[in-house]
């Protein structure tokens, strides 16, 4: 019985000892790292607790922006600044009209040269005969003067060169200046009519071709006309082209000529009517209306530059109707040309670009064509390269010096 008992104490003994062993082993072990004191901003929100702050109600009434001080920014109650106002462009002052042509001279003169220097070539030759005559005709054809006027040039130089015997080359050269005149017309009147005598203001379409210089044009037509003393406004009627208004108004702000315009693709009559109508509120010299110049089909342009003359006219009648022509187009030239005769009634012509081709002819050549004189003429992309018409300085450049 005794040895029983003692049996069990060991037991219990050696239990105790074991537990004892395994709770400390577990006391020796490292424990997890508490959790972040700071809030976790990735984690969601959680609701509020019993004594936390609740959130301000939605319908809270708001404060005013001087009751709240922007982070960063001034403190509430200062004077909010004001942003700078736009800068107002200074107007350009256009070069004088008077006397362009003489001035843009060397510029005709480095591409017309050719016609006249061959001329003159041909005409030096010691025996004129019928080879030398095919060869002066072909020239002037090159040059686009066209059929009909040269014919007519090389019959008159034949029997002048013929009556004149000798020919020196300062003779020759006088003989040709005065025939080359009498083609391009010197009797001609090519002022621009911007001045009604019964009232104000006058009114001038321009009509071409897109791609011919047209709104360009336009734009370059008022710094001439404001060089000159006039007051403009600029009617942009050509509202199928997206950037022909703009275009247009940044040339009329460059001299401070007001543009009136509508909406894209509006109504090109409507704001060829709006223009006349502020330009007689404004009091101004002269309106100038840029229409559009699509060819797609005659009938269609008729229609439309036909109505925008119909609807001006409730106005005042026009005083111009100028057609922009590309120079280098030669021919071609004349085949829109006829077009647009044939829709409107044109009263003068602006080639553009004569700088750029050696086929000067397409003056003469033009103007038979219509029976309308060249009026103006563009020689380079400059703001200031329109130049009124004159032929004796048209012609010095075709000759040379």
């Not at 001080?69 to 004001?82: F, I, N, W, Y």
């Not at 006088?174 to 009114?203: Q, Y």
């Not at 012509?349 to 000067?360: C, S």
């Amino acid at each position: 019985m005794e040895t029983v008992i003692l049996a069990v104490v060991i037991a219990v003994v050696v239990l105790a000892v074991l537990g004892g062993l395994v709770v400390g082993s577990r006391r020796q072990k490292s424990l997890p790292p508490p959790p972040p004191t700071t809030p976790d901003i990735t984690a969601p929100p959680t609701e509020p607790h019993i004594g936390d702050e609740a959130e301000t109600p939605r319908d809270e009434p708001r404060r005013t922006i001087e009751e709240v001080d922007l982070p960063g920014g001034r403190a509430s109650g200062t004077a909010v600044e004001e942003p700078p106002a736009p800068e107002i462009p200074e107007l350009e002052i256009p070069e004088p009209t008077e006397g362009r042509l003489v001035r843009l001279r060397a510029r005709l003169s480095r591409s017309q040269n050719a016609l006249g220097k061959g001329l003159l070539t041909l005409l030096s030759r010691e025996h004129l005969d019928e080879d030398t005559w095919e060869e002066i005709e072909d020239t002037l054809l090159t040059a686009d003067v066209g059929v009909q006027p040269t014919q007519e040039l090389v019959e008159r130089l034949r029997e002048r060169v013929r009556v004149l015997g000798t020919r020196t080359p300062e003779e020759l050269r006088a003989l040709l200046r005065d025939e080359l005149l009498t083609l391009v017309g010197t009797d001609v009147d090519r002022t621009v009519k911007t001045e009604p005598a019964d009232r104000k203001p006058g009114i001038v379409m321009v009509v071409g071709v897109n791609g011919t210089g047209k709104t360009t044009t336009t734009g370059k037509l008022a710094r001439v006309l404001v060089a000159d003393g006039r007051t403009v406004v600029l009617g942009a009627a050509d509202t199928f082209r997206a950037a022909a208004a703009d275009q247009l108004q940044t040339w009329g702000e460059r001299v401070g000529a007001h543009t009136v315009r509508g909406p894209e693709a509006g109504d090109p009559a409507s704001v060829a009517f709006d223009a006349v109508k502020e330009g007689k509120e404004m009091g101004v010299d002269v309106v100038l209306i840029d229409t559009a110049g699509r060819l797609h089909t005659k009938t269609g342009l008729m229609d439309e530059l036909g109505k925008v003359k119909r609807v001006v006219e409730k106005h005042a009648p026009l005083d111009e109707v100028l057609l922009v022509l590309d120079a280098t187009t030669g021919q071609n030239g004349l085949v829109q040309a006829r077009v647009f005769a044939e829709v409107v009634d044109i009263t003068g012509i602006v080639l553009t670009k004569l700088d750029g081709t050696a086929k000067g002819g397409i003056v003469v050549a033009v103007q038979r064509e219509l029976g309308v004189p060249v009026k103006l003429v563009g020689l380079g992309e400059g703001a200031d390269d329109l130049a009124p018409f004159e032929p004796e300085a048209f012609v010095d450049a075709l000759i040379g010096d």
